[in-house]
């Protein structure tokens, strides 16, 4: 991947930093700008489940532009550039060079907003630490429910980080991700009923799992444990890992959001399951921050 891939400190939990303008993009919809460095969050194009940071871009002297949204954005070889659901390649393509944009809240960029200024980036964050509780507790949640679906499997399945079947790999369809909480779907179909799951003992026990969910948010809240991001390399395209020392051991699996650094900066996560559509389940997870 080109050096010039847009760095990013966001794994490491900063909310602030320095760059430089590298693209100012118009666009009716609020203009996009790129800088080499940056500290804030991009929605995934590919995968939206969190929400990109907002923020301010300010100049040296004191001028400032506030930034609704950060985005993907890739540019060609032949300076074609994209956002967002734009690009027409997958991540990592070759030929491309993958970016963080900025997108403001107007069509076009002020005049000091360009091409070689030097600004300073800062992410709202209230914004950021909500979002970080909400990706956190959701992850969490789906660990929790996979444990609590454990026995109704009928034949073996690939397993979760925690050695659980792993129903949220195989029926996970949709995950959004909001301040404190998220809410994801699942698909009980015919595929999920051959690859051995009883939807029909689910379906009769319902309330029971909702307890044993809650009940396993509740420990591993109390734990306190410790929460990470880790990154592959400096760039916007390098992987991450999200890990967590839960009581039980160490979790992780790929993940390009944010997180809280520690367990402790919750009062409570809890879970709801909705099967009203006997083909969906809903689950909705709500986090409380500590006091």
Known sequence: ?????????????????????????????????????????????????????SGTIRS???????????VMAAVS??????????????????????????????????????????????????RRAGLS???TA???????????LADLWRKPVAVDPLGNPDFEGRANQ??????DGSVDEYRLGKSLRKAGFDSESFAATLAERVERINARLAEWVA????????????????????????????????????HVRSLAEFSSIRASLDLSDPQLLVMTTTAVAAG
């Open 223 to 258: 734990s306190g444990a410790s929460s990470r991001v880790d990154a592959d390399g400096p760039t916007i395209v390098d992987r991450r890992h999200w890990r967590c020392v839960l009581p039980e051991g160490e979790v992780g699996f790929l993940c390009g959001g944010t």
């Open 138 to 148: 959701c992850h969490l949640a789906s660990l929790a429910l996979d444990a609590a």
């Open 1 to 53: 991947m080109s050096a010039s891939a847009t760095l990013v400190s966001f794994p490491a939990g900063e909310l602030t930093g320095r760059g430089v303008v590298t693209h100012v993009h118009p666009d009716p919809s609020g203009a996009v700008v790129v800088t080499d460095a940056t500290p804030f969050h991009p929605v995934d194009h590919t995968w939206p489940d969190q929400p990109g940071d």
């Open 133 to 135: 509780r909400g990706h």
């Open 174 to 179: 949709s995950s959004r991700i909001h301040a």
């Open 60 to 70: 040296a002297d004191g001028s400032s532009v506030a930034v609704a949204e950060a």
């Open 77 to 126: 070889e032949d300076g074609s550039f994209a956002v967002g659901s734009e690009i027409p390649v997958k991540r990592g393509a070759e030929g491309w060079t993958w970016l963080v944009g900025h997108r403001l809240e107007s069509a076009a960029a002020p005049d000091w907003l360009a091409p070689g200024a030097s600004v300073e980036l800062r992410t709202d964050a209230d």
